[in-house]
């Protein structure tokens, strides 16, 4: 799906003085004041009358609402050697369907989405703009695998931290989030995460925000239980793809062009382009994945972990294994019986004792909670991030409508 899209609008040649060249310029940010963009303030002084000066003015990132969720805006108007710009972004499933565990492939419905936010909630910043010569900036293309369990996806994403292989290296590791490649990359950023645990964090924040019930509706959309439950096991990767990305593989970047490129891939190709860039993005990970494993369950592995954790050498020189031999009989135990039946039947100091030698050998409590569960010992890498690109909704799934008209919305002006 389209998960987020970064377009840059041009402000129209009337408001700018150009600089060097034709692609370059500044505009006095004055324009803006009359408009519903918030013009703030570097600089306050004082003059010697006691007046109030304001200076250094500029436009500052600020939200629109929309009926569930939110876009944000700036204007750019002294950048860097290009043309002064608004820049709008936002998660187009988000503005579409409140929620994005899943959304659409339609390009055409994302961008008119935005756009139409914006010329509602902002009609007198957006009749300063060249709509028509937009481009992207940025957007992220996000598919799923669904594992087993939660547990198989935490695994996932543990097995991901320790990934390296030649050019392809795992950075900023987080409990439930890897990245891959340079984190100020002007091409790519490739992203890895666990979306049952970003969407409860998700529901968090909204919780907190919503003193004057704001966001009772999204909060209803994203609490639902079908949606939390669909995430369960959801293994997400999400590609970041820039403007010069596209450049290099000569995809226009302009907002009608990239639209009508888009439509031409599907016709010559029979598949959409946002699954082809995906695919691109990701190859190199992908392949690295080859031959990898999850985890290993098998006993032969977690014995060899205990002996080599817990066994010590005698007197007479051969290795005392009693504590490692213990440790796995426990765990066959739990495996065969579970975490639960386990520590209501064993008394409490030789339960904690034996948990403790397991995790000392690298067996993660959360691993032990859930081991019984587990089908099979060893779980391919390559077989579990096997892409479905035809499967990454819910059999209940209906391509959305606008929500431009939603109720909220009116309250913008």
């Not at 924040?205 to 209803?220: F, M, Q, R, S, T």
């Not at 005392?320 to 100091?349: C, K, M, Q, W």
Request: with cysteine; charged share 25%.
């Amino acid at each position: 799906m389209i998960d987020r899209l970064v377009i840059h609008i041009p402000f129209a040649d009337q408001y700018v003085v150009n600089g060097n060249n034709e692609d370059t310029g500044i505009m006095d940010v004055a324009h803006l004041l009359n408009t519903e963009a918030t013009v703030a303030g570097r600089t306050v002084n004082r003059s010697s009358d006691g007046k109030i000066i304001v200076e250094d003015l500029y436009h500052p990132y600020e939200s629109i609402p929309s009926w569930a969720s939110g876009m944000a805006v700036k204007s750019f108007t002294r950048p860097m050697n290009a043309w002064p710009y608004v820049e709008i972004k936002a998660s187009p499933a988000k503005l579409l369907l409140g929620h994005n565990v899943y959304g659409t492939e339609d390009y055409k419905k994302c961008v008119a989405e935005m756009l139409g936010l914006l010329a509602i909630s902002f009609p007198s910043l957006n009749s300063m703009l060249d709509v028509a010569a937009s481009h992207i900036s940025s957007l992220d293309v996000t598919y799923s695998v669904k594992a087993e369990s939660q547990q198989i996806a935490d695994q996932f994403i543990k097995y991901c931290a320790s990934l390296r292989s030649g050019q392809t290296k795992s950075r900023e590791q987080y409990p439930t989030t890897v990245y891959f490649g340079k984190r100020d990359s002007r091409h790519k950023r490739l992203k890895v995460y666990l979306k049952h645990y970003e969407l409860k964090n998700y529901i968090s924040e909204l919780k907190k925000k919503n003193a004057d019930g704001e966001y009772d509706e999204a909060i209803a959309i994203n609490s639902s239980e079908e949606l939390v439950d669909y995430t369960r096991g959801l293994i997400r990767f999400e590609a970041t793809i820039r403007k010069r990305w596209l450049t290099e593989r000569a995809i226009p970047s302009g907002l009608v062009q990239l639209g009508k490129y888009a439509n031409q891939f599907q016709e010559e190709h029979g598949k959409s382009l946002w699954k082809q860039l995906h695919e691109e993005a990701f190859k190199d990970v992908f392949k690295t994945f080859e031959g990898g494993q999850v985890m290993d369950y098998s006993d032969d592995h977690v014995l060899g972990r205990l002996k080599a954790t817990h066994s010590k050498p005698r007197n007479n020189g051969s290795m005392n294994h009693s504590v490692a031999l213990r440790a796995f009989r426990f765990y066959r135990s739990i495996a065969s019986e579970g975490y639960d039946e386990i520590h209501a039947t064993t008394p409490s100091s030789t339960f904690y004792r034996q948990i403790g030698h397991l995790k000392e050998a690298g067996i993660p409590l959360a691993n032990l909670q859930n081991l019984h569960k587990i089908k099979s010992n060893v779980v391919p890498v390559i077989q579990l991030i096997k892409m479905d690109y035809e499967k990454q909704h819910p059999a209940t799934y209906q391509e959305p409508a606008s929500g431009l008209n939603r109720p909220k919305l009116s309250l913008v002006s």
